[in-house]
């Protein structure tokens, strides 16, 4: 049924009169036209509605169309020869023929874009944005000065390439991505308690995460040849044998006492204890001042080819292959003696890790409430090299990949620390806190695990 639209305009009456008497009133004959109004989905026309309408010629009709929530007007088609703005949702027609035109809605969605400390997205930006469904967007990421870009990651099934900092997302959802950047030229890895360490080629220190107590306080170091990250602070080896060290500040156990340290080679890090080998293959250690439980007592220790620190032990490698431990013990930690044959050991909270010639794995340590199966290591083979966190175990294959266990399914301990199955081309692991390090042949740096303090902003 067609609806009449009315305005003042459009009423004529022809007002006959005769010598200045109304001798006959009648309406002049008229050419009414038809107004048909639709919408697509997505939307409707609320002024003057949809349907069909009467109106007088030369009538100007409003004409008002609102999107549903999700979707966006676009335009009026169909006979649009005299709608005043064919693009705006408010607008108006002047009648002078039968008209039948059509309100257009898309679907919009949107795009949420971040980054991480390293760089920032220069297009479109960062933050929430607008699209039509099957706009493309270009996205262009650029690294600050020391960092390169990684990678996208978040909804980016639609991105043409993700390793690619300048590509292109096309629109058929809404989308949440993060441009990643990271370290590059890095030679050595170490994760700390809440941060990660990195060494350049150059000699100079990065690092990430936690830094209250000054851990990360790294960026004046140069000459380094080696970096240990501990819970709470950061040791450097310098190339002429002397050590360096930041942070402990309100944790302080004298664990950064290494001023007078020289001829040094090789430099371990813990809670609250710093390790050193020296090159005629004795050791010092500094640290657990008030939290001393023989630690730090290695002084009478001799041909030792390598050093760790876990929590409250420190272990030792001979160049015989066998291996000596002091300190806490309560949990077995330190029951090494029987092990032969070791090239590498590696210590954390309350466990203890040795890799055999043969590439096999031993561990002993976290009993009772402390074993999230960090130990399970008897089925390792082929491993060049391990790692030890707080309550997991890392191993590094022959081949680049990586294996990992322990704290799986732990409520409160597991943070993803162990999922390295994907990880290809690694020359060198580091297990911290809760999250694991691994540094690639090119220079770049991988890491899962907690996330909490940025500890694993390293890219990858």
Excluded at 10 to 34: F, K, Q, R
Excluded at 367 to 375: A, L, R, S
Excluded at 396 to 404: E, M, W
Excluded at 434 to 439: D, I, K, N, R, S
Aim: include cysteine; proline fraction near 2%.
């Amino acid at each position: 049924m067609k609806r009449r639209l009315t305005a003042v305009t459009s009423i004529t009456v022809l007002i006959c009169m005769v010598l200045g008497n109304i001798i006959a009133c009648s309406p002049t004959p008229t050419t009414e036209y038809d107004l048909t109004i639709a919408s697509t989905g997505g939307g409707s026309v609320t002024v003057p509605g949809e349907g069909a309408f009467i109106c007088s010629p030369g009538m100007v009709v409003v004409l008002e169309a609102e999107a549903d929530e999700g979707y966006r007007f676009t335009n009026w088609t169909g006979d649009v020869g005299t709608i005043g703005n064919v693009t705006a949702a408010t607008t108006t027609i002047t009648m002078n023929g039968d008209y039948s035109i059509t309100a257009n809605f898309v679907v919009v969605y949107e795009l949420t874009i971040a980054s991480n400390a390293w760089g920032s997205v220069t297009t479109p930006g960062e933050g929430v944005f607008t699209y039509d469904e099957g706009t493309v967007v270009n996205l262009i990421a650029e690294p600050y000065e020391g960092y390169l870009f990684s990678n996208w990651t978040g909804d980016v099934g639609t991105i043409t390439n993700v390793n690619a900092a300048t590509t292109t997302i096309t629109m058929s959802s809404n989308y949440f991505i993060t441009a990643n950047f990271g370290w590059f030229d890095i030679t050595q890895v170490s994760a700390g308690g809440l941060h990660t360490v990195g060494l350049k080629s150059d000699g100079i220190v990065v690092a990430v995460g936690w830094n209250d107590p000054g851990q990360c306080d790294v960026g004046s170091w140069t000459d380094i040849t080696q970096v240990a990250a501990g819970d709470t602070h950061t040791v450097g080896l310098k190339d002429d044998g002397t050590v360096v060290a930041v942070g402990a500040v309100g944790y302080d156990q004298g664990q950064c006492a290494v001023g007078n340290w020289t001829d040094i080679t090789q430099v371990a890090a813990s809670v609250l204890h710093t390790v050193g080998l020296e090159s005629g293959g004795t050791v010092v250690a500094v640290g657990a001042v008030g939290d001393d439980y023989g630690q730090c007592d290695v002084g009478g220790w001799t041909d030792i080819v390598q050093v760790d620190a876990g929590y409250a032990h420190t272990v030792g490698l001979k160049a015989d292959g066998t291996v000596v431990a002091v300190g806490w013990n309560d949990q077995g930690q330190c029951e090494v003696g029987n092990w032969t044959d070791i090239t590498q050991v590696a210590a954390c909270w309350f466990h203890t890790v040795g890799l055999k010639s043969d590439g096999t794995v031993v561990a002993v340590g976290a009993v009772g409430y402390y074993d999230q199966g960090q130990c399970e290591v008897g089925n390792w083979t082929d491993i060049t090299q391990v790692a030890a966190g707080y309550l997991h175990t890392v191993g590094l294959k022959s081949d680049g990949t990586v294996v990992a266990v322990g704290a799986v399914g732990a409520v409160g301990y597991d943070y993803g620390q162990c999922e390295v199955g994907n990880w290809t081309d690694i020359t060198q692991v580091s297990a911290g806190g809760f999250h694991t390090v691994g540094l690639k042949s090119d220079g770049t740096v991988v890491a899962v695990g907690r996330n909490d303090q940025g500890q694993r902003n390293v890219g990858g």
